[in-house]
């Protein structure tokens, strides 16, 4: 008996361990070109996975709702006062020459929000009910107050469609070395000239708040996040 029970537990041991591995490398083929990629679909816990191979994985706080309005499968929903997911920052994020933001948001408020951000070189948010996105980088530009010729300085540009509340749009930014761009449903709706190099800083990734200065707090649902480097 005793033997049978321990063939069996061997069994199951071996069970898992093959799902567990099934799971941590089919998580990293769904978006292998990505930096980093977050479902919310995970229901379960406090925690959110990234699909790419980086290893973003992120730490829910504040007690965000798990709901099934969702572009895919579930989708987090954010109460603006102090639910965030935080993402410890790795060598992945830490993108110098070229960004891409993307997320599916459906608000519940009128407030500013942020949706997702690493402090300073990358952010976009919604600010005044329309999209903004912006770029922290050494564009050889100086502001007047500026007394270090080729400082980091930031490009912040805002969309034109008013973004009305319960509806999903698909949010993005983009970098490429020369333009900022902003398009909400990829539609493009504004852009602006920015070159140089992002800065590689300490500060983590945040969905759903930002660091002081990008502070605020996102109410409604946000599903699908992609950050890329490409
Ligand atoms: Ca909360
Ligand atoms: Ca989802």
Known sequence: ?????LALC??????????????????AVLCPNYVACWKFNEGISNKVWDFSSNGNHGT??????????????????????????????????????????????????TADGMII?????Y???????????????????????CTTPGANTWTEIHGTTLLELNKW??????????????????VLENSAPKTGQMPQVSQ???IGWGEPGQNQYFKGIIDEVKISGI
Not at 1 to 5: A, D, E, L, N, V
Not at 14 to 25: D, G
Not at 169 to 186: F, I, P, R
Request: proline share 2%.
């Open 1 to 5: 008996m005793t033997k049978i029970k």
């Open 10 to 27: 061997t069994i199951l041991i071996a069970f898992v361990i093959t799902f567990l591995s099934w799971q941590i490398s089919g998580r």
């Open 60 to 109: 829910i706080s504040g007690n965000t709702t798990w709901t099934k309005d969702s572009r895919e499968g579930l989708a987090l929903e954010f109460d603006g006062i102090d639910d965030k997911i935080q993402i410890t920052k790795t060598s992945s994020v830490d993108v110098k020459d070229k960004v891409i933001l993307e997320a599916y948001i459906k608000r519940k408020s």
């Open 117 to 121: 951000s690493k402090n300073g070189p």
């Open 123 to 145: 952010f976009l948010a919604v600010r005044n009910n329309v999209v903004a996105g912006g770029v922290y980088a050494n564009d050889g530009n100086c502001p007047t107050s």
């Open 169 to 186: 749009y698909l949010l993005k930014m983009t970098y490429d070395g020369s333009q900022v761009k902003v398009y909400v449903n990829s």
């Open 204 to 206: 983590n990734v945040h």
